[in-house]
């Protein structure tokens, strides 16, 4: 037998607090990205007035570039993005005014997020699976990447 089937766990060694240190049993942060995936929401964007009238479906993808962050060793929400609350607050941005481009939307978001939260950068992805227009396509998106100032 091999130390894996004897179970041996030298690399996952864990601290006296229970966290895992790693194959080196280094206690270091390390760079994060969070990704939110499909945020699908109901809208009023567009550049025609029926659009912004009517409304339409969204669907946003956003990747936040946390830099390092101390959550992979305190495994603490208040170490990192609360990924249900940045959903809460872009729903809430997406919603409370109607914009007639994507850009303007998308650009909007990404302001908000680097106001709000402490990120390196951000990027946002807004897609409309049914567009307005005549041809037959799967949908059209959109994408904001921005880099937190300093």
Same mark, same amino acid.
């Given at each position: 037998?091999?130390?894996?089937?004897?179970?041996?766990?030298?690399?996952?060694?864990?601290?006296?607090?229970?966290?895992?240190?790693?194959?080196?049993?280094?206690?270091?942060?390390?760079?994060?990205?969070?990704?939110?995936?499909?945020?699908?929401?109901?809208?009023?964007?567009?550049?025609?007035?029926?659009?912004?009238? @009517?409304?339409?479906?969204?669907?946003?993808?956003?990747?936040?570039?946390?830099?390092?962050?101390?959550?992979?060793?305190?495994?603490?929400?208040?170490?990192? @993005?609360?990924?249900?609350?940045?959903?809460?607050? @872009?729903?809430?941005?997406?919603?409370q005014r109607s914009h007639k481009?994507?850009?303007?939307?998308?650009?909007?978001?990404?302001?908000?997020?680097?106001?709000?939260?402490?990120?390196?950068?951000? =990027?946002?992805?807004?897609?409309?699976?049914?567009?307005?227009?005549?041809?037959?396509?799967?949908?059209?998106? @959109?994408?904001? =990447?921005?880099?937190?100032d300093g």
């Open positions: 037998m091999n130390g894996a089937e004897q179970g041996d766990d030298s690399d996952d060694l864990d601290d006296e607090e229970g966290r895992d240190l790693g194959e080196e049993g280094e206690d270091t942060a390390e760079s994060v990205t969070v990704e939110i995936t499909g945020l699908s929401l109901y809208t009023h964007h567009g550049v025609t007035e029926a659009e912004r009238e @009517v409304g339409q479906r969204l669907v946003l993808d956003l990747r936040l570039d946390l830099g390092e962050t101390d959550a992979t060793i305190t495994d603490s929400i208040e170490d990192t @993005v609360d990924y249900a609350e940045v959903c809460q607050l @872009v729903a809430l941005i997406a919603q481009t994507l850009e303007r939307l998308c650009s909007t978001i990404a302001d908000r997020l680097l106001a709000d939260y402490e990120l390196e950068g951000v =990027w946002v992805k807004a897609a409309k699976p049914e567009p307005p227009i005549a041809l037959a396509v799967d949908e059209v998106s @959109v994408e904001v =990447w921005r880099e937190a």
